[in-house]
């Protein structure tokens, strides 16, 4: 299946390099789609379909805690898986998203690999 | 110099003698994100006069301070180049643009590092990273590391408040 793949960071430099590291990470994207606050990647969810969210957590205008807990409170919205991305690696912090309802989390530094394993973990494919 | 941590004697100050553990966390983030390295240290007078782009970011918790990068205008196309695996203008403002958001992410991305690094587990929190002029990192008094990559310098300095 070819992804839809949501690309929330408010840093055009870091979307450009996801966007880099996705391709090179062998998994089979479709489309990656930019949003680079939390409240413009809402207006991407209601009008388009998306697979999977990459969300940065510090942003303005609504940064990825806010996107987090408004994306679980639509119905719609709260089944698209969403992976954080962020320097901050404190198993806290994970803990913290993860319970907000992030299905995965990937601290910078990251590798292709990396990513790729930790999205597939997120979206529950095996042996992809 | 090796870049192996060193023992987890008690310090009354953390960033007292740690520069490997300076270039090991910039070594990680340049290997895994930059697809890029460290050469080796250089004089810091060496690499303060070749400083183009700086950023510094304030980490705040049980410690707080602030860790500021510098890189020469070389370091900062090249690694550019490498982070966005394509072709940077130097001269137009586009290039530049890109050239100064990179500088804020790696930043960013040292910072985290350094932080995690030196201090364990917090909490911290790391403020959004700020562009600031390459002349502040001549004077600062904190822990320094000054390296040359395959493409130009780099300047990490640590600061504690």
Same mark, same amino acid.
């Given at each position: 299946m070819e $992804?839809?793949? $949501?690309?929330?960071?408010?840093?055009?430099?870091? *979307?450009?390099?996801?966007?880099?590291?996705?391709?090179?990470?062998? $998994?089979?994207?479709?489309?990656?789609?930019?949003?680079?606050?939390? *409240?413009?990647?809402?207006?991407?969810?209601?009008?388009?379909?998306?697979?999977?969210?990459?969300s940065d957590i510090n942003m303005p205008v609504m940064n990825g805690?806010?996107? $987090?807990?408004?994306?679980?409170?639509?119905?719609?919205?709260?089944?698209?898986?969403?992976?954080?991305?962020?320097?901050?690696?404190?198993?806290?912090?994970?803990?913290?998203m993860i319970s907000l309802g992030a299905r995965g989390y990937v601290a910078k530094p990251f590798s292709p690999e990396g990513l790729r394993a930790e999205l597939e973990r997120a979206m529950g494919v095996v042996n992809a | 110099m090796p870049d192996q941590p060193q023992s987890d004697q008690p310090r009354s100050d953390p960033l007292t003698n740690r520069?490997?553990? +300076?270039?090991?966390?910039?070594?990680?983030? +340049?290997?895994?994100?930059?697809?890029?390295?460290?050469?080796?240290?250089v004089e810091a007078a060496t690499a303060q006069s070749t400083l183009a782009l700086a950023a510094a970011v304030h980490y705040s918790g049980p410690s707080s301070g602030t860790v500021m990068i510098g890189l020469s205008g070389a370091a900062a196309h090249a690694l550019t180049e490498n982070f966005l695996g394509g072709y940077v203008d130097e001269d137009d403002a586009e290039g530049l643009r890109q050239q100064r958001e990179f500088t804020a992410e790696l930043a960013n991305m040292i910072c985290g590092a350094v932080v995690g690094t030196f201090f364990g587990p917090g909490p911290y929190? +790391?403020?959004?990273?700020?562009?600031?002029?390459?002349?502040? +990192?001549?004077?600062l008094d904190g822990l320094r590391g000054d390296f040359a990559l395959d493409e130009g310098m780099l300047s990490v300095v640590a600061v504690a408040a």
């Open positions: $992804l839809n793949i $949501l690309i929330v960071d408010d840093s055009p430099v870091m *979307r450009a390099f996801i966007k880099r590291v996705l391709a090179m990470s062998g $998994l089979a994207v479709a489309q990656t789609l930019e949003a680079s606050d939390g *409240r413009q990647a809402i207006d991407v969810l209601k009008a388009q379909h998306v697979d999977l969210v990459l805690e806010e996107f $987090l807990r408004e994306m679980m409170a639509n119905e719609t919205l709260r089944g698209t898986p969403v992976v954080v991305i962020s320097t901050d690696a404190r198993l806290d912090r994970v803990m913290q | 520069t490997p553990d +300076l270039a090991a966390a910039a070594r990680r983030v +340049l290997e895994t994100m930059c697809f890029s390295t460290l050469v080796g240290p929190t +790391l403020a959004a990273p700020e562009e600031v002029e390459p002349e502040r +990192l001549a004077d």
